[in-house]
């Protein structure tokens, strides 16, 4: 398993811009979704731990990105607690994601020099994340908790703030254009990066293409 320093983790992050969120319960399934979307040029993955067993998915599709997609920096997301971050990392996770903030993950993951990104909701949780040394924070559900003028807001009075948006984000120009020029260091994106029918017809070149599409949006609108 290719285990990244915590530097590298966050500067594969922030140079991409973007982080593909997906869980499938089929190992094979996630191997063919992480290698399109690394053809497409995603350096960063978040593995969502959705289902049963899904820390024995990703600890095989950890095992085989080593050896298949070396540059592909792999995640585990949807953890709420420090029992799961620690499984986790013990499986070669570089990051750790959750919907929301936990301070014992986060001592978990500092503990072993592991990026952790919790979700907020307010400027509040967000100082609280920050106390507690978390460098990439999480707003969630981001369309729901005010969108990019939520985001420029924050950053205003907190401009050291690091921002990951997930939830409201889509592949399109308008939508990236607004969230990044809201200030946000990268986005998370799920279910529109992967579109139902081209995961079932196993149609992988459709995901690689979405990839590369959208990193190029983002490319314009960071410059």
């Not at 100082?127 to 969630?140: S, T, Y």
């Not at 990019?148 to 990951?164: D, E, I, Q």
């Amino acid at each position: 398993m290719a285990r990244f320093s915590k530097i590298d983790t966050l500067s594969t992050i922030f140079e991409i811009g973007m982080v593909p969120v997906f869980y499938h319960h089929d190992a094979e399934t996630a191997k063919q979704v992480v290698a399109a979307c690394y053809e497409g040029g995603v350096r960063a993955f978040e593995f969502t731990n959705r289902g049963d067993f899904a820390h024995d998915v990703f600890g095989e599709l950890n095992r085989w990105v080593a050896a298949h997609c070396p540059g592909m920096v792999m995640g585990a997301g949807s953890v709420v607690d420090a029992a799961s971050a620690s499984l986790y990392i013990q499986m070669g996770a570089n990051f750790i994601v959750g919907p929301l903030f936990n301070p014992d993950v986060a001592k978990t993951a500092n503990r072993r020099a592991i990026p952790y990104t919790p979700g907020c909701g307010t400027v509040s949780e967000v100082g609280f994340a920050q106390e507690a040394g978390c460098d990439l924070i999480k707003i969630f559900p981001a369309g729901n908790v005010g969108g990019p003028s939520f985001v420029k807001n924050m950053l205003a009075p907190m401009p050291w703030s690091k921002l990951m948006v997930t939830g409201g984000v889509e592949p399109a120009e308008e939508n990236l254009t607004a969230w990044f020029k809201a200030g946000v260091a990268c986005v998370g994106m799920g279910s529109n990066l992967f579109p139902k029918a081209a995961i079932e017809q196993k149609d992988w070149a459709a995901v690689t293409e979405l990839c590369k599409n959208t990193l190029a949006i983002i490319r314009r609108v960071k410059k």
